[in-house]
Each structure stands twice: as C-alpha cells, then as structure tokens.
C-alpha cells in the first residue's frame, strides 16, 4: 500500500477563502503597508526603498532576506526592467512567492503504514494544539490516528492531549509523567503498527534549542522511531508561533541539526501575527512550510500551498 | 549566528585610526552595523530608528579617545542608550495596603503564563509572602490541571474551585474571598492566553480587573517574538493598564529584543525574566545586563556574580597562594572541578560570556557536565599521595585508578596531561581563575575541556 504522508492531495473548495480570513492581519501588516508605501509614489527612490525595507522588516522577514529583496528592485531598476513604483508589488510577491516555492517539496511517500509523526518545538509554541488539529484532519479524511504522549515533562500534557484525542476519536499512548520520552515513543509505534494504524503523532515536550541534553533526548527519539520502522519518523514537524522573531532561524537550525526536521507548521497565524520569518527559514535553510494554524478550533489548520498563500495575502 | 557587534564595530573602525573625530561619514557604517544588530534582536523597527538617530546626535562630534578605541567608544553610547528605554534600575512588584494583593497575569497564547504564576508564587514564598494561586482559564484543555500539578511541585497554595463554578468571574472572586479568609496576602490569577484582538477576551480581562481591583497585571511575554511584540502589549497596556512584564524562555538564544520594544511602547517596567524550566529559573530583571545582551556582548555581569556566589572565597585566596607557589595538586584540581560544577548548567553560564577575544571559540564548546563527574571520579580513585604528587602515577597506578573510577587508562593519562598543562598555564597568570580579576582572565579555548575524551 502506497499512500503519500497527508493522505489525499485534494484541497478543500474554501481553502483560499479561509485562508484569505486567517491571514487577514497578515495582509493588513504586510500589503497594506506596502501599498500605503507605493502610493502617489511615480518613481523609485532612495526614501520609498528605506520604506520598502521597513515594512520588510515590520513583517519579520529579516534583514538579510530584505536586503536580497531590495538588492533584486535596485538591479530591476538599473536594468530598466523596472521603471515606476506601479510594478514594484508585482515584484516583491513574485519574489516572495519564488523563496516559498524553491523550498516546496512533496512528503516523504511511506511505503508502509503507520506514517510516524514527530512533533517538535521551542516551549509554547503550540505543539500540542497542533497535534489536536492534525488528528481531527486526519481522521476527517477516514484515516486511523494513534496519538503518543511523550511530553513527559509538562504539567498535564499528557491531559491536555488527551482531551484532543477524545475529540478527535484518536487513542492515546501514555505512561506516567516523568516516563523516558523514547520509551512511549517506542511503545505507540509499536502500538500503532500491530492495529495497523493509519498515523502515529507524537508530542513532544517543548525545548529551547540551546539546551544540549533535551536535544539530544529528540535525536534518541528520532532513532527509537527507526529501529521499530526503518525510515520512520517519516516526518518531523517543527511548530513555529507565527509572533517567532529572529529566533526563529535559530530554532530551525538547530532542530534540524538534531532531529532532522522536514517541514515547519507556523502555529497562530492569525491575530496580528507576522509570520514572515517562514520566508526567512525558507530562504536560509530550504524548509517546505506544511501546514498554518489560523485559530482554536480543530479546522483551523490550514495545509500550506505558497501560491494560494501569498494569492491570499495580495489579493483581497 | 550572531557575531559579536564590537567585533564587527573593530572591523568597521579600522580605517578610522589617524581622525580625530567620529563624524557622519565614519559613523556611517557603523551605524548599519548597529542596526542590523539590533534589529536581529528583533528590537522593533521604529524603535531602532529612533535610537539610531539619537546614537548618531551623540556620537557626533566626540573626540576620538585613546583609551578607548572608536568601536568601544560607540558601543557605550549604544548602550547607554538602550539602558535609558530599558530603564536604570530594577522595578519592585507593588503590593496592596489591605491584603490579599491581587496579581493578574496576562499574556498571548503560549507565552509562559502558567509556569511564569508557578515560578512567582515560589519566588514570593521565598520572599515572605504567602500566595495563593488559581487559574481561570476555563478555555484551554488542561490549563487548571497543569497549574494544579505546578502548585503541588512548588508546594504553593491553589485555589481548586467549586465544580458549579465555571466561569472566570466566579472563580476569581471565589479565590479571592478564600485567600482573604486564609490569611493569603499575594493572590495570583493565571488568566486564559488571548490575542489582543480578541475582544469578547479582551473585555473578560477588563472585567477581571474591574472585580478584583489588581495591584499588579503582569504582561507575560516570550523572548522569542518578533516585531509583533509591541502591537500585542500596546493593544494589552490600552485595555488594561498593564503595570510590569515578565519576559520568558530568555534561557535561550534569544537576545529579548523584545524587552526594549515593550518598555518603549507601555513605558511599563520589565520585572522579571524567566530563565529556565525549573521552577526557581525566574529573576529580577537587570536593565543594563539586559542592554549587554541585546548587543550579543554576553551577560558579563551575572556570571560574574553567579561565579562569586559558588566559588567559595577563603579557598579562592588558599587557591591564589597555592598557584603562587606552585603547590597546586590534583586535589586542588578536584575543588576547581566541584566549585564550577556548583556554578550550574555550564550552557547557560556560557551563554553569558561576551564571544570576544579568545573567549570567542568558547561558544563552540560543548560542555558537558558528565565530564567534569568523570574527572572528579577519576581523582577520587587517587590515593592522597598520588594526589599530591601525580608524577608517581606510574602505568599499574593509571590501570587502578581507571578501573576505580570506571574510566579507561586512556582517560586517565588525558587527564594528567590536561592537569599537567592547566598547572603550567595557571602559574601564568597571576590573580587567577578564583580571584576576582575574571575580567582579565585569559584561557586557552575549550579549557579545560579541549583535550578531554568524548568530545
């Protein structure tokens, strides 16, 4: 049996209306602002491209990747290519669509089921939430779901998850709080391969990406996941709070050093959250962005399409 | 990822040798330098620009001192500047005249307020208070029960609440009622996280206020946000009138750019910095060390002061002596060993170090502390007289000592050498590493961990 990570590939006919809605605030930072910047403006200029950069920057792109941003409008603009400010938008979501795209790729095909998930992330992220919502997902679309538990470490974690598993008809694997992390690890994919499971998603307690040892204990994760199932974990999630500044390439540096992470999930999105740091990681490090979190409720996480992304974000 | 900002200040300054005057066009680059260093901070951007004009006002025109070099003569004044938004001094948490004082904790969704109101009420315990804890959000799943557990890991008092009560009204005035009864004097309400444009939550967070009269409404904040950082506590401080900010999970990379753009929007005062996942990792917020920070130059200041706290000071003076003359022994190795195994996590003490000078390469250490208890353990296999005289440790000694402390031979003969060269290199420089001159200190990189096996 051949089934791709995420199931089916088809996307929900109000994907890009929901996501428009969950980006909202995003396109309001961003767009808005940049349209704010372009107007009545008829030629580039040293003063629009300081106000170009800002609103960049506002957004949690970054200073390098701006900079590459700005450097590609200046050389248009030597080149001719680019003679008034009109085109300038056009430009910059081409290249922000360009950075998203490059990183794109299709998940891990899993040759045989369970898919194991691992879900990882700097405390406070959203992990758990996330999980919540991609089992619904998952068992929305007819897919068995087991749910590991393996943030030992939190205080009613274990609960937490468990109140989503109920929600969402996914069973969950638990020891006591305080258990070795790899050991329910072992145990639910264990579990999951037995019943035949469809998806083993796995939490994890939250860590800052400097702390040596508990980075360490996600590399002992990731091998316990491959001696039950060569291959496995198919898929690390690194979950990103969309408000996540420059620390962000940080914490996707090093959870891909450690754990091999395969694509990011930018959790809360909505509110006024930026975001742009996902450009960021995408540029720098070659990160597809999986899936975005647009709100509470278990429907609202998002699979991530950079076109109908940044669609959502220049066209209202 | 961070390079250090006077670093790149030098670079950018050594054309500069020979003028007089910091003037506009050789502050230029620096300036960028500046910027871009604090807007990696994730400092806000209007906020950069407006230090940076100032920067430039004051910079201009000073003359070029000989004792200090341009790069460091610009980053006193940046830091100075950052000292004046971040505040000079440490804030105080207010308490009412008529107890229990009521603390309200705010924050967006996954900031830390949960483990931030556990930390507090253990801190204020240890500070002569009494707290009771309670939590009233009734939204996200779990939320009570994970503050239940911490109170119970803190051994701290917590409101449970009646099972009719379900509403976050209800159980704050319960809660309050019960800690007034108790004799409780700090009431600690750990609220739902939100977003400040959330405003049927919003308006719950104003009615909380209205009903329990709050001296204190802390901003919990995450280090790590980015630009966003200001919208979220201005929209906070407009509704409610926050009066202090916690800002959390700086035990990490993060250089808290954040805590300047907060303090510049709210004009509220930073109180304290949650710096670990234990529940005594919260401390008093220090403006200055915070400034050092923010400009990737390290946390001098506290390691300073955390290495004067383990580091016992009669044996540092036994230790200066025994350097002096030469009489330094295994033994003395050993304490060195369990005096820095006393300072704590070593990542996060060298977190604090500036990466400057030779120091630099110390980031790219990998401290492990399994180490410092192998090297410990291997000294304790020692008979006294190996110890005072390691040139007696012949190869049936080293075979004996390695099977006593569960090491190998090869273990054994690194850390002779390694003690060997340590020996040499401390009778080089007077003062040394227990003395009080840390500033001067100069250590081979990786000491003493560049030879050690298992790397």
């Avoid at chain 1, 300038?88 to 998203?100: A, F, H, S, V």
């Amino acid at each position: 049996m051949i089934q791709t990570l995420f199931g089916s590939v088809e996307q929900e006919p109000s994907l890009l209306e929901r996501l428009k809605s969950g980006v909202e605030k995003t396109r309001a930072g961003l767009v808005s602002a940049l349209e704010d910047a372009l107007q009545g403006k008829k030629e580039i200029d040293a003063e629009l491209l300081d106000e170009l950069e800002s609103t960049l920057i506002a957004a949690d792109i970054g200073v390098r990747t701006t900079d590459e941003i700005l450097e590609r409008i200046r050389q248009s603009v030597e080149r001719r290519q680019l003679g008034d400010a009109a085109g300038l938008k056009g430009l910059i979501r081409e290249q922000l669509l360009e950075i998203l795209q490059a990183s794109e790729r299709a998940p891990a095909r899993v040759a045989e089921p369970p898919a194991v998930i691992l879900v990882v992330g700097v405390n406070g992220s959203g992990k758990t939430t996330t999980i919540g919502k991609l089992a619904q997902r998952f068992r929305n679309e007819g897919r068995s779901v087991l749910l590991c538990a393996a943030d030992t470490f939190r205080a009613a974690a274990i609960e937490q998850l468990e109140i989503w598993g109920q929600r969402a008809g996914a069973e969950v694997i638990r020891q006591p709080g305080g258990s070795d992390p790899s050991a329910v690890l072992f145990d639910a994919v264990q579990a999951a391969r037995a019943r035949k499971m469809d998806y083993v998603i796995v939490d994890t307690a939250g860590r800052l990406q400097t702390k040596e040892n508990l980075m360490a204990e996600l590399q002992k994760m990731t091998r316990t996941a491959a001696k039950v199932i060569p291959g496995a974990p198919h898929e690390v999630l690194l979950v990103l709070d969309a408000t996540t500044g420059q620390n962000g390439l940080e914490q996707a540096r090093k959870f891909t050093e450690t754990s091999g992470v395969t694509g990011i999930v930018l959790a809360k999105l909505d509110g006024t959250a930026k975001g742009g740091i996902v450009v960021a990681i995408a540029r720098e490090l070659n990160l597809p962005i999986r899936y975005v979190g647009v709100g509470e409720k278990a429907e609202d996480l998002l699979p991530f399409d950079a076109e109908k992304f940044i669609e959502s974000l220049f066209e209202t | 990822m961070f390079d250090n900002l006077s670093e790149k200040l030098q670079r950018v300054f050594k054309s500069l040798r020979g003028e007089g005057k910091l003037s506009a066009e050789n502050m230029e680059g620096a300036l960028r330098e500046i910027r871009m260093a604090l807007l990696e901070a994730d400092v806000n951007f209007k906020v950069v620009k407006q230090l940076i004009e100032n920067i430039k006002v004051k910079a201009m025109g000073e003359e070029v001192l000989t004792a200090l070099s341009p790069a460091q003569q610009v980053i006193k004044i940046v830091h100075e500047e950052l000292i004046k938004i971040l505040g000079s001094h440490e804030s105080k948490l207010r308490f009412a005249n008529e107890p229990p004082s009521v603390f309200l904790i705010v924050g967006l969704q996954g900031s830390g307020k949960t483990t931030s109101a556990g930390k507090l009420a253990r801190w204020l315990s240890r500070n002569g208070h009494r707290p009771m804890l309670v939590s009233v959000d009734v939204y996200r799943p779990a939320a009570r029960e994970q503050l239940k557990v911490i109170a119970r890991e803190v051994g701290q008092t917590l409101y449970e609440g009646a099972p009719e009560e379900t509403q976050p009204l209800e159980l704050a005035r319960s809660a309050r009622r019960e800690s007034a009864n108790t004799g409780r004097d700090v009431l600690l309400v750990d609220t739902a996280g939100r977003l400040h444009i959330d405003d049927q939550l919003m308006t719950e967070l104003q009615q909380l206020k209205e009903q329990l009269n709050p001296v204190e409404i802390l901003f919990v904040a995450d280090a790590m946000t980015g630009q966003d950082a200001v919208k979220s506590a201005d929209e906070f401080h407009k509704r409610l009138g926050i009066t202090g900010v916690i800002l959390t999970k700086m035990d990490g990379d993060a250089r808290g750019g954040a805590a300047l753009s907060i303090r510049h929007v709210t004009g509220q005062p930073l109180k304290f910095i949650g710096v670990g996942e234990k529940f005594d990792a919260l401390e008093p917020f220090h403006p200055d060390r915070a400034a050092s920070r923010i400009l990737g130059m390290g946390d001098m200041l506290s390691f300073i002061e955390k290495a004067e706290e383990a580091i016992d000071k009669k044996k540092a003076v036994e230790m200066q002596r025994k350097l002096i003359e030469n009489d330094f022994t295994l033994e003395d190795f050993r304490d060195q060993m369990r005096q820095i195994r006393k300072l704590g996590p070593l990542e996060s003490l060298l977190g604090m170090m500036p990466k400057v000078g030779i120091l630099k390469d110390l980031k790219d250490v990998k401290v492990d502390e399994k180490e410092i208890n192998r090297v410990v353990a291997i000294i304790d296999s020692m008979t006294p007289r190996e110890r005072d005289n390691h040139m007696i440790v012949n190869g049936s000694r080293r075979r004996r000592i390695a099977k006593g402390s569960g090491t190998s031979v090869q273990e054994v003969n690194q850390l002779l050498k390694q003690y060997a060269q340590a020996k040499k290199m401390m009778k080089s420089f007077s003062g040394g590493f227990m003395g009080r001159k840390l500033g001067k200190m100069k250590l081979p990189a990786g000491f003493p961990f560049g030879d050690l096996p298992g790397r």
